[in-house]
């Protein structure tokens, strides 16, 4: 999806901004993983739609054309509701890559294999830590206390085995099975988990953790949009190792820490259930908070517009000035710049987006919004210094215009007032602004609003995603 870089605290969905973008796995070297844990869904009434079912020849191109080699894995956390073990889909998501170790160890009973699984390396007691490193072209494991294995052949495969157990990668509880692998710089770890255990780990970290029963449809609008998500970013094992990675390159993943009662239910109710258009499952991006009006795709973004991704009004019907994101705490927002701190985060940033003297900018003249987007948003800024004028187009303003602290600016849906100083050149710059995000597609907060009003997950997702179709992949 797309969110922005501002993380999100347990209770705000985050701003998903990266959606579009295919980070390499690199980019993850010596990450860590957040945690997280998702619960919850409604009961389907009686008299609601069924989801049409798309068979393998409409799964859209993307996906028909690289899906990945369906593998069985062990699941020894499977719930035991019925309906719940509908697991066909496995999924493979980069924990970290390029770091020098990791720790596994398991819950319970686990083992470790070598050779892609071939052979078994070591048999673990719960809570027995194990170091996995790199070595001579292989990998090598360690217990905590020293006793080393040899080199063996990488990869290293490492499985639960006893009922209800989880591994524990780096402290962190997974489901599934995990994977070591030889990458640039060290390492790789790469989780196999099911489609929907994945989205239980991911759900509750994108709308926040601590939805209420009222604010059900929008987490079940979420599981739906994050499916929809991972679908469409399935790739082949020949083309990569992983299929999207645990950061916000691509939607945050916290495994079995990050689930919760009514997230879980959530992925549960909309199990197989992505957004389509034209019989496609699309790759539908939302964000935090669109502060009063969605964006169309090309206000934002260099590609051109889908249909589906297009303008959508938030205003609550009957009022003048109210809007479902209004409860959102960035709905609206100021960011001020004196002067030492605009030329400082000019100097900075801008030579990343413009071409910039390698004296720097100069004095800052003025900061102008030069034409703005159908939404509202701005489409162009201009910032005339003593070394020459520069314009930034939509996005590129957010990763410019930074905080001290080099948080990027919330949206490009704002105003700007500046002061000049005796000396000609700007004293400071008061930026007003609303929403927190792209602006494209679903707002979380508005989502969330509209659930307190009583709309249904699908009712939400048609009315950020129109013409869309809810629909479930075949088994």
Known sequence: ????????????????????????????????????????????????????????????????????????????????????????????????????RVTISATGEWKLYDSNGESTLLHGDGGEQWVIEPERGGLRASRLDGTPSGVRPAPFIARSIARGSYLIVNGKRYRGEVAVIPAPGGISVINRVYMEDYLRGVVPLEIGQHRTEDERAAVEAQAVAARSYAYTHLVSERARSYDMVATVLDQVYGGADAEGAISDRAVFGTTRIVLTYNGRIINAPYHSTCGGTTSAASEVWKEG?????????????????RYYCDPSPVFRWTRTYDQNTLRATLDKYLRSYAA?????????????????????????????????????????????LRSAGGEILNSTYFSAESRQGPD????????????????????????????????????????????????????
């Not at 969905?13 to 070297?29: D, E, G, H, K, T």
């Not at 517009?305 to 000035?321: F, K, M, N, Q």
């Not at 929403?435 to 659930?451: D, K, L, V």
């Open 305 to 321: 517009d889908e249909p589906y991704l297009v303008a959508v009004s938030d205003r609550i019907p009957g009022t003048a000035d």
């Open 356 to 400: 910039v003297s390698s004296d720097g900018i100069g004095t800052v003249r003025s900061v102008d919004v030069e034409s703005r987007t159908p939404s509202g948003r701005v489409k162009l800024l201009g910032i005339s210094t003593t070394r020459g004028h520069f314009s930034l187009r939509a996005n590129d303003i957010r990763f410019v």
């Open 1 to 100: 999806m797309w969110k922005s870089t501002s993380r999100s605290r347990s209770s705000t969905p985050r701003c998903v901004w990266r959606v579009r973008s295919r980070a390499p796995l690199a980019l993850l070297a010596l990450a860590t993983i957040v945690t997280a844990v998702a619960c919850g869904g409604r009961p389907r009434s009686p008299n609601a739609e069924e989801p049409r079912t798309i068979r393998d020849t409409v799964i859209p191109k993307v996906v028909a054309e690289t899906l990945p080699k369906q593998e069985k894995i062990e699941d020894v956390n499977a719930p035991e509701e019925p309906g719940l073990l509908d697991n066909s889909q496995v999924v493979r998501i980069a924990l970290a890559a390029g770091v020098p």
């Open 424 to 475: 000609g050149g700007l004293s400071s710059l008061s930026i007003q602004g609303h929403g927190n995000g792209h602006g494209i597609g679903m707002c979380q907060w508005g989502a969330i609003g509209r659930a307190r009003a009583g709309a249904d997950y699908r009712t939400i997702l048609r009315t950020y995603y129109p013409g869309t179709t809810v629909a479930s992949v075949a088994r």
